[in-house]
């Protein structure tokens, strides 16, 4: 067996091996350290059934992403514990990268704390983080690998930290960024001439993480940490245009869908977010 994965629903995509694709799907369904609304686990399930709702010509880019050749490596099976589930989350990374290193990889959540495991094989030099949360805790219920310490971990790790759409944080997690050079974006002074003055300096390789909390709540109702006054959903699309245009990007997750639903707005939201990289990624 090639990874321990499963997979309960097919996108509305056509799909190939592995070893052919030119990107590749692969989910993390975890919701261990979920300090608010559970369901995160559903995640990438909920975003492949979204697909079903979606045309897969992209009339942004006049491409036609069903002729893309795009994989799915299904959803890894994790443990319960976090500090387990992002070992065996970078095991099947590495898996996935010695079968085929040169395919873009979109990682599909889950929540935040499995955005370690893609960090710490792919190696990128920057993040760039959409959130509506700092997340620079150094414990937090326990755990320094909890979703609500991922960008500082990664700050730790020698990455340059950009996060954009934030509207929650705690006055150490603001001082931590003073001190440390990690710049970031409130939602309410966010705009694209922002976005782009930060990330223009930024080292390269970068990996994007988008935590589907940055969205104002009427796109994402079902996310582990609900924040209202996000970003619109065009914000991050024309900010994501700029980075695969310009900027080595070595990989994108989408965290935080959650929900026990078939069809939830979070998942029609992320499913279109993830349609956009794969066109954009394309051109
Ligand atoms: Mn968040």
């Known amino acids: 067996m090639l990874l321990y994965t499963y997979r309960s629903f097919d996108m509305e995509l056509p799909t190939v091996s592995i070893e052919e694709a030119d990107y590749v799907i692969m989910g993390l369904p975890f919701d261990g350290t979920t300090s608010y ?58 898996e996935l990268r010695s079968v085929n290193r040169k395919a873009l990889p979109i990682f599909l959540g889950g929540e935040h704390s499995m955005t370690y495991p893609p960090v710490a094989v ?20 326990g755990s320094r690998f909890n979703h609500a310490c991922v960008a500082r971990r990664i700050h730790e790790n020698g990455v340059e930290v950009a996060i954009f759409g934030v509207r929650s944080g705690t006055r150490e997690e603001v001082k931590y960024a003073t001190e ?5 974006v409130h939602a309410r002074d966010y705009n694209f001439d922002a976005f782009v003055d930060l990330v223009a300096s930024l080292s390269e390789p970068i990996y994007v993480s ?3 909390d940055v969205f104002d709540i009427p796109l994402v109702p079902e996310t582990g940490t609900p924040e209202p006054g996000g970003l619109r959903f065009w914000d991050v699309v024309n900010a994501l245009e ?16 959650s929900g026990d639903k078939l ?21």
């Open 37 to 94: 609304k559970p369901g995160a686990r559903f995640g990438p399930v909920l975003i492949r059934q979204a697909t079903l709702n979606l045309e897969s010509y992209i009339l942004d880019y006049d491409v036609d992403i069903a002729e893309l050749k795009i994989a799915d490596a299904g959803d890894v099976a994790l443990p319960v514990n976090v500090e387990d589930a992002i070992k065996v989350g970078i095991e099947a990374i590495k």
């Open 122 to 141: 792919l190696k990128p030099k920057s993040y760039v983080v959409f959130d509506a949360h700092l997340d620079l805790r150094d414990s937090y219920q």
């Open 180 to 184: 440390n050079g990690i710049e970031w």
């Open 210 to 212: 988008i935590d589907i």
């Open 242 to 257: 700029w980075l695969t245009e310009r900027k080595n990007v070595v990989g994108f997750d989408i965290m935080e869908v």
């Open 263 to 283: 069809g939830n707005v979070t998942s029609i939201t992320a499913a279109k977010l993830l349609f956009h990289i794969l066109g954009m990624s394309s051109r």
